[in-house]
């Protein structure tokens, strides 16, 4: 069985920062590209950042580049999004997806970027 579970999100203040984990089972992990994607009330599903499956390239929406990293550990079939400098505009639930043949998409974490 498939899945990947998403932690770390909560209600941060502007300029403060997080981290999220995802935590992947079911599949070859270190063969797929991860990605993290985000979706704000009322807006489509957009795509943050991507890592190969070699974690050696990466690459992030415009909006983010400089504040976010994304980084993955195989040994422990994980993804990491770490987020700096944040925004009230990075307000979302925030979806970590895999793939290669097929895609998988984890439940999602709620991130809250409020003073």
């Known amino acids: 069985q498939v899945d990947l579970v998403e932690s770390g999100g909560g209600l941060v203040q502007p300029g403060g920062s997080l981290r999220l984990s995802c935590a992947a089972s079911?599949?070859?992990?270190?063969?797929?590209?991860m990605s993290w994607y985000r979706q704000a009330p009322g807006k489509e599903r957009e795509l943050v950042a991507t890592?190969?499956?070699?974690?050696?390239?990466?690459n992030y929406a415009d909006s983010v580049k400089g504040r976010f990293t994304i980084s993955r550990d195989s040994a422990k079939n994980t993804v990491y999004l770490q987020m700096n400098n944040l925004n009230v505009e990075d307000t979302a639930v925030y979806y970590c997806?895999?793939?290669?043949?097929?895609?998988?998409w984890g439940q999602g974490t709620q991130v809250t970027v409020s003073s």
């Open positions: 890592i190969s499956s070699d974690g050696e390239s990466t």
């Open positions: 997806n895999a793939h290669r043949t097929a895609s998988y």
């Open positions: 079911g599949f070859f992990f270190s063969i797929y590209v």
